[in-house]
């Protein structure tokens, strides 16, 4: 069965043009034209990932995709967006967007990206991967289920978010730039914003920490980067 993708795009002209390429790379396409057709869509069903425009008609593209993220199960996102400054590509990684591209851009680079992106989620899924389970302070990490749990509760992340999390834990202690991160978790060679890194770090110490503004799992190493504290991993 073919990955089934959630195009939201108001703009005929490029979805019809994006559309017809990820058909002819064997995605079935479901399009969307405003936003608020799109949070119907995104709840009636499950899609593979969703491809997201900012500015639409009916609900805004940042509202769609916050409630893509309040939904019980996780699909990666792309946003799409004439909206090409830092603050705006900033923004749409923080609620949980897992790529940014600018527009104008290639449609075929926009293909690539599906399928990188999806690539990505199904190595996490895949039981045979050799991943083990991590545990550090009162939180399991299993990158076979790609959940993080504090003591039985699941905590809801983001792939990227995931991805970053697992990096650290596998590494406690190590203190990593945000260029090593960019490189490690995003891939070398992502056109992306070293402040990226700080946005999802605090995303994620929003999600773990019991003061945030206090961290004591996610340290900052100032003038390094950061590093998960190695007293806090169990053996």
């Not at 795009?9 to 990820?22: K, R, S, T």
């Not at 983001?158 to 260029?179: G, K």
């Amino acid at each position: 069965m073919k990955p089934m993708l959630l195009l939201v795009e108001d703009d005929d002209a490029i979805a019809e043009l994006v559309a017809m390429h990820l058909r002819e790379s064997n995605f079935d396409v479901q399009r969307e034209s405003n936003g608020t057709a799109a949070m119907r869509a995104a709840a009636q069903r499950r899609f593979e990932l969703v491809i997201l425009d900012l500015m639409l008609p009916g609900a805004d593209g940042l509202d769609v995709c916050r409630h893509i993220r309040a939904l019980p199960d996780y699909v990666p996102l792309i946003i799409i967006s004439a909206r090409t400054t830092e603050t705006h590509r900033i923004l749409g990684l923080e609620l949980g967007a897992d790529d940014y591209l600018p527009k104008p851009f290639s449609v075929l680079e926009l293909v690539a990206r599906v399928r990188a992106l999806l690539r990505r989620t199904d190595r996490l899924r895949d039981p045979g991967n050799g991943a083990a389970v991590i545990r550090f302070g009162k939180f399991t990490l299993d990158p076979i289920k790609r959940e993080l749990r504090r003591a039985e509760q699941p905590i809801g992340l983001t792939l990227r978010e995931f991805d970053l999390l697992y990096h650290l834990a596998r590494h406690p202690n190590q203190v990593f730039s945000r260029i090593d991160l960019l490189n490690r978790v995003w891939g070398a060679g992502f056109d992306g914003y070293e402040h990226t890194v700080n946005s999802h770090i605090n995303r994620l110490r929003s999600k773990i920490e019991d003061n945030p503004q206090d961290p004591r799992l996610i340290e900052t190493v100032w003038g390094m980067g950061y590093r998960l504290r190695s007293d806090v991993v169990a053996s």
